[in-house]
């Protein structure tokens, strides 16, 4: 059955997010022959809606006033989209924009969204999505009783499959008001490469003892190479305000999906999993032999991880 | 002010994996032996938040509102020993099973009923479901404005200032009043109540309310009202069975471990 599929999209320096082209391809491969559109909002949005291979439509504004994201401002826009497009299922990226579209989105059309997808599927016309919850320790899989269905998803659940971009562009209209008011940004990401992007993240936990256990992290990621690791953290040790909450890896973090994942000094909670659990090769470092971290490992040292790993340093430096 | 802080039970989200089980037959979270229920910690920091404004202004008051069974009292009475004046708990076989949108239509109606509100602090999302969407849903139900995942909530004379937590850092916020707020745990530690408080707070009284006293049809609420169907709730597949590097020496394991990633060809 051709279904419609609309995907909210987010831009990042005029270009779309590569969630917002991982989902309109997701959406490609889900709309069965139906119409695929795609929402840009902010500066250069007509311009990198071509960079949208899968979609036929694209919905978009300009407008420098979205480039701030301000869910009442978007809304109508988005709004004024869902009426043309009329989709039956709207995708949007488990981000900080979509986090609060997407409820405050379901409300306005009458309908509901799932959180945090991993997958969305059609079920014989119905579609299904698919979630994390207890903390990962349980997955869980909704319908929906009313339409449209939506759903905020994950990065990196579907492939970006690339392809033509859109034959349409249908303008949105301007940014109107906001009761809320931005008054400050304060970017606290570090510079270069994110752990979203690493194809090597090395993470730290509650069991380095001290921030300074860090420098130690740190030192491991530029043994690998600045320009393939990333340093991420647990949540005890973003708590303890040892590592920025920007480089939180899991839950109410970030989602990692790097070829290699080390966890240094980590449990293993399901909460901190469910950001590093996609990884292809986790590696633990712990003293701890019955932690839970070794239960998803595929390669564990169990030791101190202040002699373990400086001597992982030294064996990448033989090269 | 009027601030209520709205307050759910939760099974343990420290469940090691190991204890955590689900019936599949009824799509349920099978309690675990010996675990007790507990206050999501993301509402007990939304309460700190809310007895800081409290605090800061004089003659303010804070109601705590529960949508729960019974055993959910405790989470009221968590709240009201850290210094929370009130405690609702709103209680009916009709609410059971529902979704974010019957949970926050619910808690809406209760809100509306005290008629004096001021602002709504919710966790940013309950520590079992994970949703995130209830403080935002108050919001839409009640037509007032939101902010969420708040790392610190102040004041000024034209409502809230809020820093909340953003992909790429924080970000800056003013909002009017009424609206809700959600908090993160970023926003740090709720206060421990002391013994005096916690035994003044098992003599409180806990108001309850039902689908009646909330104008609201069974049919709106609980299982009967959701609009998204938990369809299969089960346990993900666990994992690789982990190889532990041979060696007698860090060095040993060291040199074992990097091998291997190399012959993975992942660094
Ligand atoms: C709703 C909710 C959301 C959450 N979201 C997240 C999230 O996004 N991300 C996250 O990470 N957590 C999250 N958590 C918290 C999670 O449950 C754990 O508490 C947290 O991940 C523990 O962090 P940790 O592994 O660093 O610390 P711990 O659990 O304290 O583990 C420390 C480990 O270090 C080891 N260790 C100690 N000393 C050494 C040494 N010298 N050498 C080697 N090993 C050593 C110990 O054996 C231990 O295994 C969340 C919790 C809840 C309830």
Known sequence: ?319 | MHLVVCAKQIPDPETPPSAFRIDSATNKVVPAQGIAPVLSQFDGIAAEAALRIKEANAGSKVTVISLGADSAAAAIKQVLAMGADEGVLLNDPAFEDGDSYTTAKTLASAIKKLGDVDAVFCGRQAADWDMGQVGLLIAEELGWPVSIIAKSVGQDASGLTIQRVVDDGFENVAMPLPGVVTVSNEFGEPRYPKLPQIMAAAKKTVTQWKTDDLGLAASEVGAAGSRLKLEKLSTPPRGVAVEIMPGDTPAEQAAALVAKLRADHVI
Not at chain 1, 179 to 190: C, D, F, I, K
Not at chain 1, 280 to 296: E, L, M, P
């Open chain 1, 1 to 319: 059955m051709a279904r419609n599929i609309l995907v909210v999209g987010e831009l990042v320096g005029g270009q779309p997010t590569p969630t917002t082209l991982e989902l309109v391809s997701g959406a490609a491969g889900l709309a069965a022959g139906g119409n695929v559109s795609v929402t840009l909002l902010g500066t250069g949005a007509t311009a990198a809606a071509a960079a949208c291979g899968g979609a036929g439509t694209a919905y978009a504004s300009d407008d420098a006033g979205y480039d701030t994201f301000r869910a009442e401002q978007w809304l109508p826009a988005v709004e004024a989209a869902l009426d043309q497009a009329n989709p039956d299922l709207v995708l949007i990226s488990q981000s900080t924009p979509g986090r609060e579209l997407g409820p405050r989105l379901a409300h306005r059309r009458n309908t509901a969204v799932a959180m945090d997808c991993t997958s969305i599927v059609d079920e014989g016309g119905a579609f299904k999505a698919t979630r994390p919850a207890f903390g990962g320790n349980a997955v869980a899989t909704y319908g929906f009783a009313t339409t449209p269905a939506m759903a905020t998803v994950r990065a990196k659940s579907f492939e970006i499959a690339g392809g033509a971009g859109p034959s349409s562009t249908v303008a949105l209209p301007g940014a109107g008001e906001s009761r809320t008011n931005v008054t400050g940004h304060e970017q606290v990401v570090a510079e270069g490469l994110q752990i979203t992007d690493a194809s090597v993240v090395v993470s730290g936990g509650r069991g380095l003892g001290a921030a300074e256990g860090f420098e130690m992290v740190e030192a491991l990621a530029n043994a690998i190479g600045s320009d393939k690791a990333a340093v991420g953290a647990s949540r005890a040790a973003v708590d303890l305000g040892w590592y920025p909450p920007s480089q939180q890896v899991g839950l109410t973090g970030k989602v990692v999906t790097p070829n290699v994942y080390f966890a240094i000094a980590i449990s293993g909670a399901s909460q901190h999993l469910a950001g590093c659990s996609g990884s292809k090769v986790i590696v633990a470092v712990n003293r701890d032999a019955d932690a839970n971290i070794f239960n998803v490992a595929k390669y564990g040292i169990v030791g101190d991880y202040k002699t373990i790993v400086p001597a992982i340093i030294e064996e990448l430096k033989k090269g």
